[in-house]
């Protein structure tokens, strides 16, 4: 497929590309004046080779035939292959292709496409210099084409066999009478079998851009057929490309060839239908599904205006309006007005009238008919018409003034970002600021959601000693994310790193190595850095909407609205939710960051993928659990509680062993830190298992295991954070849930029915207590059974807590 102009980075290379021809002029211009000495000749020869390889890297095909001229006469001087008038011609020739040159970036610029407009003389004068045929006119030709032009909406294309089938049978007819028209035997059969191969080939490709090239060869073949098209070079190519698609369906079935440029193509084949005097049946059609009319080969073959002479216009417009406004800004218009003296409007009208001359010859039609509204207005006030009333006089004045600094803002912002810029000055400002404004906030939610993700994917990796590779490997990533960030410090653990990816690691060494570091990262505890990421996101989407983005913003509302239900829920980690954040994030920001370098850059696909994205993570939302949510509504209410699934028959057995590992060890550390309470390693460790609680829990359907574990490290990280103390309050939660813990485990071994009340209390508590810094809201829950029934014996929570 052909890919479109990169405006962008076009507007970064296009002054190195100036600079290049203007290199160029200035060797040949010396060489001009000593042919004897070639060295100059070289080094033009240099220069514009960096200018082809440039438009070559940009896809600009047409660009780049002018260009590839260049270089070929220049080779040819250099080779003393062109002698007497032909040299000089072909001199003048290449003097005139650098000062067009600069004119065409300026108008792919503005045109935002690689038309070839005004290309077509300099490239053939330069070819027939030196002897060569010119191109045909075809290859130059542009004219705006809509995506949708030519193709049937909602078409779908034949089934793979029965494409290959009539491929396999077309193919060798097609070359046989392809070749008949191109040497221009039998011309009309020829050509009326090429057109039912080519009718043949539209009806099976119906809905692709297939379609749309063989619905226009059915046209070419027409004009063939009836003498209204001769064949060229370019035919050749046409249908050269129709033999390839074919074959290519031959092979491939209803697939499109991604390999061939359709649209450059579609242009070449519609200057010939352009091109046709007569109209017969299938021409006509074409021409009126592409919007054809006889101005259009005229409106495509204008010759350029250099950017240079718009800038001149404008900027003359520009003086003219700023004396306009010193003179105004000198008269009081209200006594101007009062005293009706005519002789007064002079100037300004004058200069308003030369300001409108210059606009118009720049295109600039609108603002030129806004001041001729403002002289009108002006000329009216000057006569005393509004002095009978004091307000609508003042009016005038507002408006005229008005008037006047919008068209003023207007040109100062075209000059500043491009003629064709869609956005009035005033938009753009606006845009630009709250564009700017939000990079700053959203650079810092980048910056949090990093630092979350890098110190969960560390302490998931140091939740267990590397025991293998693929341990050990997730272990050194994790390191690495921290450690490439700079190349200071940490020396030892660095030297460890490095001996693990080379394979010889001590995993002991590494490990103790990588616990101290994580215990060193003085960073923001994730919690808060959610929290200030969300009021951040909710500036970011209050700014947008302002600014009139009200797109953007709601992409913004649903990233907010993900990553707080996800902070509820404990759930923000690195998997197809946070990419699907992160996806919505990215595009929506390098669809801004396009929208400013270049307002008129389309981007509505990137637009379309944040919007897409952001559906996605709404729906990501909605199967999230509420956690603390649901013990903050009060008792009376419904309350939304997690329920468990079917544990799986492969992961039980696992499952159970592990569970019952992370209790005993919770059971141990616990009595541990309850009398060294400042000792942040245990606890840490302790939290640790908690997460992994949470984790498993939730990963096998054990999702009222998992909300416990969440409950309580949310807890605890309150309390290593710094935001909770460790109060008799929240060590005896703790030991009410260390109690609990075998028997909610053993309640999963067997099948049946369990009461879960007493698990959902504790996590309640968890939840109201973090919520509450430190207090025990136990007394505001309600009474529950201590019996869990249908549990695995029957026995009572305060027989099985005893164990």
């Known amino acids: 497929m052909a890919s479109k102009t990169d405006i962008v980075a076009l507007k970064w290379v296009v002054g190195l590309m100036n600079k290049q021809a203007e290199n160029a002029e200035a060797s040949l211009v010396e060489y001009s004046n000593d042919t004897s000495e070639k060295r100059p000749l070289l080094q033009c020869m240099w220069a514009v080779h960096q200018i082809t390889s440039t438009l070559r890297a940009l896809g600009m095909r047409k660009g780049e035939m002018l260009t590839l001229e260049m270089e070929r006469s220049l080779n040819y001087l250099y080779k003393d292959k062109v002698v007497g008038e032909r040299r000089k011609l072909t001199m003048g020739g290449l003097m005139q292709a650098l000062k067009v040159l600069p004119a065409y970036l300026a108008h792919a610029q503005n045109a935002r496409a690689d038309t070839g407009q005004g290309l077509e003389q300099h490239v053939n004068d330069l070819r027939r210099w030196i002897g060569e045929r010119p191109r045909p006119r075809a290859f130059f030709f542009h004219m705006e084409v809509p995506d949708h032009r030519g193709i049937t909406e909602g078409g779908t294309t034949a089934d793979d066999e029965e494409v290959r089938n009539r491929a396999n049978v077309m193919l060798a007819l097609y070359l046989e009478m392809a070749k008949m028209g191109l040497r221009r035997k039998n011309m009309v059969e020829s050509m009326k079998t090429v057109a039912r191969i080519s009718r043949r080939m539209q009806t099976m490709f119906s809905g692709t851009v297939t379609e749309r090239f063989w619905f226009t060869m059915v046209g070419v ?125 002079a100037q300004a009208l004058d200069g308003i009238e030369a300001t409108r001359y210059r606009l118009e010859a720049a295109g600039q039609i609108a603002h030129a008919d806004s001041l001729q509204s403002v002289a009108g207005r002006l000329e009216k006030l000057y006569r005393g018409a509004y002095n009978e009333s004091p307000v609508q006089l003042n009016q005038m004045i507002n408006e005229i003034i008005r008037g006047i600094v919008d068209v003023k803002l207007d040109i100062e912002h075209k000059l500043e970002h491009g003629l064709c810029s869609s956005f009035s000055s005033r938009e753009f400002e606006l845009r630009e600021s709250v564009v700017n404004a939000t990079f700053n906030h959203m650079g810092l939610v980048e910056n949090y959601m990093h630092q979350i993700l890098r110190r969960k994917e560390l302490a998931s990796a140091l939740a267990r000693k590397p025991n293998d590779a693929d341990s050990t490997l997730r272990l050194t990533v994790a390191l690495n994310r921290y450690l490439n960030k700079s190349d200071q410090g940490h020396e030892q653990l660095r030297q460890a790193v490095r001996e693990a990816d080379a394979g010889s690691p001590d995993l002991d060494h590494l490990f103790d190595l990588a616990r101290v570091f994580l215990n060193e990262q003085e960073t923001i505890a994730d919690r808060k850095a959610i929290d200030m990421s969300l009021e951040l996101l909710t500036e970011i989407s209050g700014a947008l909407g302002f600014a009139g983005m009200e797109r953007e913003a709601k992409i913004i509302d649903a990233c907010q609205q993900w990553l707080s239900a996800a902070s509820k829920a404990g759930a923000v980690r690195e998997d197809e939710a946070f990419r699907c954040f992160a996806s919505a994030f990215a595009q929506l920001e390098l669809h801004l960051q396009r929208s400013v370098v270049d307002p008129l850059d389309d981007t509505s696909h990137m637009l379309a993928i944040a919007e897409q994205r952001a559906a996605e993570l709404s729906e990501h939302a909605g199967g999230l659990s509420q956690g603390a949510e649901v013990s903050q509504k009060s008792w009376a209410e419904p309350r939304n509680y997690v329920e468990d699934a079917e544990v799986p028959a492969e992961f039980r057995e696992v499952f159970f062993e592990e569970s019952e590992e992370i209790v005993d060890e919770i059971a141990r550390l616990t009595p541990l830190w309850l009398e060294e309470l400042d000792n942040q390693q245990l606890l840490r460790d302790i939290r640790r298992h908690f997460h992994t609680f949470k984790g498993n829990g939730r990963a096998v359907g054990a999702n009222i295991l998992g909300e416990l574990g969440w409950a309580v490290q949310d807890l605890l990280d309150r309390v290593l954070d710094g935001d909770l103390e460790s109060s008799a309050a929240v060590q005896g939660l703790l030991q009410d849930v260390v109690r609990a813990l075998p028997a909610l485990i053993g309640s999963y071994k067997e099948a049946g029915d369990w009461d879960s009340a007493p698990v959902r209390e504790l996590t309640d508590r968890a939840f109201r207590m973090a919520e509450d810094a430190g207090d025990d809201l136990a007394a505001d829950l309600p009474e529950v059974d201590d019996q869990v029934h249908g549990g695995a014996s029957g026995a009572p929570v305060s027989d099985n807590l005893g164990q």
């Open 221 to 345: 073949c027409e004009g063939m057929a009836g003498g209204l098209i001769v064949p060229d070079e370019c035919i050749a190519q046409i249908f050269k490309s129709g033999a390839f698609m074919i074959k290519y369906a031959r092979e491939n079935g209803a697939a499109v060839d991604e390999s061939v440029d359709y649209d450059a193509l579609q242009q070449q084949m519609l200057f010939y239908i352009a091109s046709c005097k007569a109209k017969p049946l299938h021409i006509s059609r074409i021409r009126e599904v592409f919007a054809i009319d006889d101005s259009t080969l005229e409106q495509a073959n204008r010759g350029l205006i250099h950017v240079d002479a718009l800038v001149t216009a404008l900027s003359s417009a520009l003086d003219q309006l700023n004396g306009v406004v010193d003179y105004l800004n000198s008269q009081d218009l209200a006594e101007s007005s009062r005293r009706g003296d005519g002789s007064l409007s």
